[in-house]
């Protein structure tokens, strides 16, 4: 497997019909024994990503729709570690067709996602070796806890017929037991067989269609690992160093989290539809739409994060080598997305702005160091006005105003002592270096950060 790669983790779907069968990987590569689809196509209005593929030796139609929720004013349930896939399956043919789906899936508990899983059947990695997997049915639900030394994962199929698997041996014994009957056989119970390695699990479920006839089966993959960490160690000025997630407040582990997906599925479905359905039921232009939706997605990458004790920390990007200090004001508040589709994310991130303020007034460009970007003091400002237009009280102004003012202050003494509206001296910006005077740019955001003060002081 390639760097930060989990192997052993796809779909496949088995067919039946007339006494032939065929077996396929839910994807465009073979994966071992399980051949590839010969072709997809891929749509994505975020935050689903559908999967329509193309295979004329099948005699059912397959796609697959995946994503996670996503709920605009709902901000825990925005920030679930979970993965949904959704598999269709049509018949457009005459004839009845069984159906199975396979879904298989690495224990990666303790896996890094920084260097490679490698080995024999690729199970080896340093991270590995006290991993254990478990089967577990319930009406409607079968599926495998995964846990190790460094927290747990969870797969679930959402159906009534399920056969399942805790570990299997490798990848052509997985696909002549698949491929046999669609139905998996093996333990219900499995761990790590020797240190640095893990073990991988599979769930299967199996239906008749009759011609016309379509079904749709959920998967969800669920996470959880305490006392991560975020970004670089080697920064101890940045508020997040003691580690671990958000998420660690409202579950106790992975399969907690995947009980509250299946507890409240209805709603956390439904209305990240209505979401997707508000978005794009609008007049303004498809690509307008695509860029407007496709760029939240930043909320939900590795450049952002969410810490146990409530911080919201943003990268300037995705690089594991970033050289900056995080929550970047000159980058951060050109951005209007999150703060309307979660205004209390916006609050939370202008009290973190604030927090960062010196005696003097002074904002500093990042937290955790001491540089200046006047287009990101200005911006802070803006975004203290912006977030109180956006809350249903007065609550949150009245709190930030003091030091919004202090802000505003400095700015003016600093850059503008005579009065005029226009600034002077030396400062810099985003475009990392120092610019003097009044320019059109700098001098609108003075004025904005200005007349927001005055409203936000009457």
Same mark, same amino acid.
């Given at each position: 497997?390639?760097?930060?790669?989990?192997?052993?983790?796809?779909?496949?779907?088995?067919?039946?019909?007339?006494?032939?069968?065929?077996?396929?990987?839910?994807?465009?590569?073979?994966?071992?024994?399980?051949?590839?689809?010969?072709?997809? /196509?891929?749509?994505?209005?975020?935050?689903?990503?559908?999967?329509?593929?193309?295979?004329?030796?099948?005699?059912?139609?397959?796609?697959?729709?995946?994503?996670?929720?996503?709920?605009?004013?709902?901000?825990?349930?925005?920030?679930?570690?979970?993965?949904?896939?959704?598999?269709?399956?049509?018949?457009?043919?005459?004839?009845?067709?069984?159906?199975?789906?396979?879904?298989?899936?690495?224990?990666?508990?303790?896996?890094?996602?920084?260097?490679?899983?490698?080995?024999?059947?690729?199970?080896?990695?340093?991270?590995?070796?006290?991993?254990?997997?478990?089967?577990?049915?319930?009406?409607?639900?079968?599926?495998?806890?995964?846990?190790?030394?460094?927290?747990?994962?969870?797969?679930?199929?959402? !159906?009534?017929?399920?056969?399942?698997?805790?570990?299997?041996?490798?990848?052509?014994?997985?696909?002549?037991?698949?491929?046999?009957?669609?139905?998996?056989?093996?333990? &219900?119970?499995?761990?790590?067989?020797?240190?640095?390695?893990?073990?991988?699990? !599979?769930?299967?479920?199996?239906?008749?269609?009759?011609?016309?006839?379509?079904?749709?089966? /959920?998967?969800?993959?669920?996470?959880?690992?305490?006392?991560?960490?975020?970004?670089?160690?080697?920064?101890?000025?940045? =508020?997040?160093?003691?580690?671990?997630?958000?998420?660690?407040?409202?579950?106790?582990?992975?399969?907690?989290?995947?009980?509250?997906?299946?507890?409240?599925?209805? =709603?956390?479905?439904?209305?990240?539809?209505?979401?997707?359905?508000?978005?794009?039921?609008?007049?303004?232009?498809?690509?307008?739409?695509?860029?407007?939706?496709?760029?939240?997605?930043?909320?939900?990458?590795?450049?952002?994060?969410?810490?146990?004790?409530?911080?919201?920390?943003?990268?300037?990007?995705?690089?594991?080598?970033?050289?900056?200090?995080?929550?970047?004001?000159?980058?951060?508040?050109?951005?209007?997305?999150?703060?309307?589709?979660?205004? &209390?994310?916006?609050?939370?991130?202008?009290?973190?702005?604030?927090?960062?303020?010196?005696? &003097?007034?002074?904002?500093?460009?990042?937290?955790? &160091?001491?540089?200046?970007?006047?287009?990101?003091?200005? %911006?802070?400002?803006?975004?203290?006005?912006?977030?109180?237009?956006?809350?249903?009280?007065?609550?949150?102004?009245?709190?930030?105003?003091?030091?919004?003012?202090?802000?505003?202050?400095?700015?003016?003494?600093?850059?503008?002592?005579?009065?005029?509206?226009?600034?002077?001296?030396?400062?810099?910006?985003?475009?990392?270096?120092?610019?003097?005077?009044?320019?059109?740019?700098? %001098? /609108?955001?003075?004025?904005?950060?200005?007349?927001?003060?005055?409203?936000? !002081?009457?």
């Amino acid at each position: 497997a390639g760097s930060g790669i989990v192997p052993n983790s796809f779909f496949a779907l088995r067919t039946k019909t007339d006494g032939v069968t065929h077996v396929k990987a839910l994807q465009t590569s073979s994966v071992g024994s399980f051949p590839a689809m010969n072709n997809l /196509t891929f749509q994505g209005e975020y935050p689903f990503g559908w999967f329509q593929f193309e295979d004329d030796e099948l005699p059912v139609e397959v796609s697959l729709e995946a994503y996670n929720p996503l709920i605009p004013m709902d901000l825990k349930n925005s920030a679930i570690p979970s993965g949904i896939f959704r598999i269709k399956v049509s018949n457009p043919s005459s004839e009845e067709v069984e159906v199975s789906l396979l879904a298989t899936q690495q224990n990666a508990v303790g896996f890094t996602g920084y260097d490679t899983i490698a080995g024999q059947n690729n199970r080896v990695n340093k991270g590995y070796g006290q991993n254990q997997n478990i089967v577990d049915a319930e009406p409607g639900k079968t599926s495998i806890k995964m846990t190790g030394t460094a927290g747990s994962m969870q797969l679930s199929a959402y !159906a009534k017929k399920v056969s399942s698997t805790a570990s299997w041996e490798s990848l052509t014994s997985l696909f002549n037991d698949f491929s046999d009957d669609g139905q998996l056989t093996g333990e &219900e119970s499995a761990s790590s067989p020797e240190a640095e390695t893990t073990v991988d699990g !599979a769930i299967a479920t199996g239906f008749s269609l009759k011609p016309g006839e379509e079904k749709e089966i /959920t998967f969800v993959l669920s996470w959880y690992f305490p006392q991560g960490t975020f970004g670089r160690s080697d920064i101890p000025e940045w =508020y997040f160093v003691k580690g671990g997630s958000q998420y660690e407040n409202w579950w106790s582990d992975a399969s907690d989290v995947d009980s509250y997906v299946k507890d409240n599925f209805d =709603y956390l479905d439904a209305t990240t539809r209505l979401y997707h359905k508000t978005m794009y039921s609008a007049t303004i232009p498809r690509y307008v739409l695509d860029r407007i939706t496709s760029n939240i997605c930043v909320l939900k990458s590795p450049t952002s994060f969410w810490t146990k004790e409530d911080y919201f920390g943003i990268w300037e990007s995705t690089s594991f080598k970033e050289e900056w200090f995080g929550n970047c004001k000159h980058v951060l508040h050109y951005a209007q997305g999150h703060a309307r589709s979660y205004p &209390e994310l916006g609050r939370k991130l202008r009290i973190q702005d604030l927090n960062t303020i010196t005696d &003097e007034g002074f904002l500093p460009s990042r937290d955790g &160091e001491w540089n200046d970007a006047m287009d990101g003091h200005f %911006g802070s400002i803006l975004g203290v006005y912006r977030e109180h237009l956006l809350s249903d009280n007065n609550d949150f102004l009245k709190a930030a105003w003091p030091r919004a003012k202090r802000a505003m202050d400095f700015a003016i003494d600093t850059y503008d002592n005579d009065g005029d509206g226009m600034m002077s001296g030396s400062y810099h910006n985003t475009l990392d270096c120092n610019v003097s005077g009044t320019s059109p740019w700098m %001098g /609108t955001l003075y004025m904005a950060a200005l007349k927001a003060c005055e409203r936000m !002081a009457a």
